[in-house]
């Protein structure tokens, strides 16, 4: 077989990572995603043993996660994964669903704080139009960004990831990148 | 301008796309007899309150949900806001 070298969305061999004073903010490539729709008149399922969660909400499981995206439709995560097909066992886990590979569609951001909430909460109401009062652990939700859609997910109190088309990830990467090195000023 | 998302809560504008008036959904009957003065009409013909006015907006950078969201034109205060899939599912069972 042809030896091909695997670049990430952000066109390197390895992912990306920039550290401020109080963020972090990583590319993470190996977080595979699939799409999971509930079919009419099918009974909500639990594939892993997650407990799909209600709208604007994210669930971590055992290796897994989910989060609402649309009506009778989550989008569910395996960290570590991305190499697989997870697509493949999720279908498994839940044959009366529809199931979509959506793991190269997407590129995932993990921002991470080392002081507390503070910094993180400063970065999100300058990028994002989101009630901050209400967007404790365990809410994730669909949002503009520098007119970019992106999901918005917050695993927990220090840690936010941010979701974007990986077409781009370039453009992305610049806004949030931006945001971070101006709080510090 | 905030609009009272039935599932999400009050959501900004800008998330939304606008996608016109709610007569859209009504779309008439292509093998109907006057199917051409029908879609005509359904194409070209909007009428313009100014007052109560129900319209589509799609809630792109958000859920992909469309609302039916009823707004004056005079005053822009947002009345209400249903699923546009609850919305025409209520027309069709009333009109059967």
Request: charged residues 25%; hydrophobic residues 40%.
């Amino acid at each position: 077989m042809t030896d091909l070298t695997a670049f990430t969305a952000l066109g390197a061999a390895q992912p990306r990572l920039a550290s401020f004073e109080a963020l972090d903010i990583r590319e993470n490539p190996e977080l595979a995603l699939a799409s999971l729709a509930l079919r009419r008149g099918s009974i909500r399922p639990a594939p892993f043993g997650l407990h799909l969660p209600e709208p604007g909400r994210w669930v971590a499981g055992q290796g897994v996660a989910a989060f609402w995206v649309g009506p009778d439709q989550w989008m569910i995560e395996a960290e570590g994964r991305a190499e697989e097909n997870f697509a493949a066992d999720l279908k498994q886990a839940s044959p009366d669903c529809t199931v979509t590979e959506q793991t190269d569609g997407w590129i995932v951001f993990e921002i991470v704080s080392r002081s507390g909430r503070a910094p993180l909460e400063e970065l999100l109401s300058k990028l994002v139009n989101i009630d901050l009062a209400d967007f404790e652990l365990g809410r994730a939700t669909r949002t503009g960004l520098e007119d970019m859609s992106c999901f918005v997910i917050r695993r927990n109190e220090t840690h936010v990831a941010v979701m974007g088309a990986r077409s781009f990830a370039g453009s992305l990467w610049h806004a949030l990148e931006t945001a971070v090195s101006r709080l510090q000023t | 301008m905030l609009i009272p998302h039935p599932i999400l809560g009050s959501r900004d504008a800008r998330e939304f796309t606008y996608l016109g008036d709610v007569r859209l959904v009504d779309r008439p009957d292509p093998t109907g007899p006057d199917a051409e003065a029908a879609f005509c009409d359904y194409v070209f013909l909007r009428d313009n309150p100014a007052g109560v006015h129900r319209e589509l907006w799609f809630h792109e950078q958000g859920d992909r949900s469309c609302l039916v969201v009823t707004r004056s034109t005079i005053t822009h205060d947002i009345l209400g806001a249903e699923l546009a899939r609850d919305f025409a599912l209520a027309r069709k069972r009333g009109g059967e």
